[in-house]
């Protein structure tokens, strides 16, 4: 399970998080001692960091629903207060309007990153965007984007989802069902993967009165799921949906 991610009483980092960042730009190319277990640079000594730190050293991480509420946020925190994530790559829409370096500047001028700005300016250079949709075969993602992932990520947090409780079924199922899946099979051919985190609505079995916490067995196989949707147009849907 993912650790949870620490701030202190005032919403920002803790204050050895802040050092870290100081710390870390000047012993970029000191390395790691073997002997000492420590990085070392001048009168300066960086010690292992707390579990969570030492989790994502080094890391990369494809991170989904990067527009919403807690994908900025969670983003955020990573790079402030595990400053030694080597990359995040983030999906996106692609929009012919805008080029992926466009739509990063977009993120990045978010107030949420605001302290992040002023403690590590450079932080944007570990984003990653990548062009792609959840709700399509193989993540949407180009073979040579998807190629890369594979090779490449460590760390999954899939967090893309629609959540609208009266979202059309034939909306809904590519995205949370066929997204989901999809996400499941990039983790099986990632060949360094430690782990892959999904982030559920707190709403799921909402047709059960008592919900405890343990796996319910779906009413449908996933495929079932999407091969009915495949053989069903939609105003036949909307006469078997519950009023």
Known sequence: MLPALTSDAKGGAPDAVFSLMTVYKRVSETGLSQESG?????????SRGTDLQEFYRNCNLFVTGRTGF????????????????????VIIRPKRS????????????CSVFDVLKATNPDFHKKLVMVPGDIS???LGLSPSDYEMLTQQVNIILHLAATVKFDEKINIAVPMNIGGTKEIIDLGRSCVNLKSLVYLSTAYSNCNRKDIEECFYDPPLEDDGVINFLATVNEAVMETIKPK
């Open 136 to 138: 399509l075969p193989k």
């Open 38 to 46: 420590v990085m070392a640079t001048d009168h300066i000594t960086f």
């Open 98 to 109: 805008k080029s992926p370096e466009e739509r990063k500047e977009e993120l990045i001028k």
């Open 70 to 89: 807690i994908g900025k946020i969670l983003i955020e925190k990573l790079l402030r207060s595990c400053p030694a994530i080597n990359k995040i790559y």
